[in-house]
């Protein structure tokens, strides 16, 4: 019993979301092995080696693979999936793309989102928003897997001396082409790996008066800045801050939601905070069921006096 991690990936070095699939991999028992399908990704790839736990990196190198298109990642983990009982993808964009593909072309079930595994055919999953964990069996010979990274630990980056080998590459699918880029540069931290974030939600009123309340106090922390759904439709935040069931998964060690009442959604993606602070006039608001250190105080007084003792 072989089990697969897709790494997610730069072509120079692994990105965090793949330690922790790894971490849910090795509970699934048996070999483990990544592979790092890009172009010119040898950094990657060595980087990949380096994880705990890692048994063999098949490195996959071809100008089709450089900006991970989908149909051609796919096209790539199917040539190879016989070799393997399970193949995990982390539940981010990159893996959510990628998987259903996978799975299809192999005409098994996607286990989406597992959170815990609790044998090699049996895993758990949050359903309903998180109000309610499902475990669910597979009997399927090749299990497909997304990987919810804040159920897990993350793997250690270096300690490991995997070998790497080198696999032919498939051929470009045609189905889809790269056309460019437009990254938003930002100093902060990544949400999803963020130790610190602060978020804002609709109480604000304004992108004006978000920047003005909630970056200085994140600028303290040396904090990600996240939002609300509510937030976020309102145009008060960029849609990759969004925090919750339709947004980003996050759980950080410390998370300020400031002016959010914490609507079912929203407290999907972030109650596994370890230490959730919440910060709202409305003594009824829902954030404060799963808030450590509740204050009912009004933000626009609250946050900036709070950014003055810091």
Known sequence: MTTLVIAEHDNDSIKPSTLNTITAALACGGGLHVLVAGHQAEGAAKAAASIVGVSKVLHADSIALEHALAENIASQVVAI????????????????????????????????????????????RPIYAGNAIATVQSSDAIKVITVRTTGF????????????????????????????????????????????????????GSAEKFSEVITPLADKLGAAMGASRAAVDAGYAPNDWQVGQTGKIVAPQLYVACGISGAIQHLAGMKDSKVIVAINKDPEAPIFSVADFGLEADLFQAVPELVSKL
């Not at 009982?85 to 072309?105: D, E, M, Q, Y």
């Not at 005409?107 to 055919?121: F, L, M, N």
């Open 81 to 124: 999936a016989n070799n393997y009982t399970h193949i995990l993808f982390p539940s981010t964009a990159g893996g959510k793309n990628v998987s259903p593909r996978v799975a299809a072309k192999l005409d098994v079930a996607q286990i989406s989102d597992i959170t815990k595994v609790e044998s090699p055919d049996t895993f758990e």
């Open 153 to 204: 630990d993350a793997a250690a980056i270096t300690g490991g001396s995997a070998s790497i080998e080198s696999i032919t590459a498939t051929a470009d699918s045609g189905k889809s082409k790269y056309m460019g880029s437009e990254i938003a540069k930002n100093d902060r931290p990544e949400l999803t790996a963020a130790k610190i974030i602060v978020s804002g939600g609709r109480a604000l």
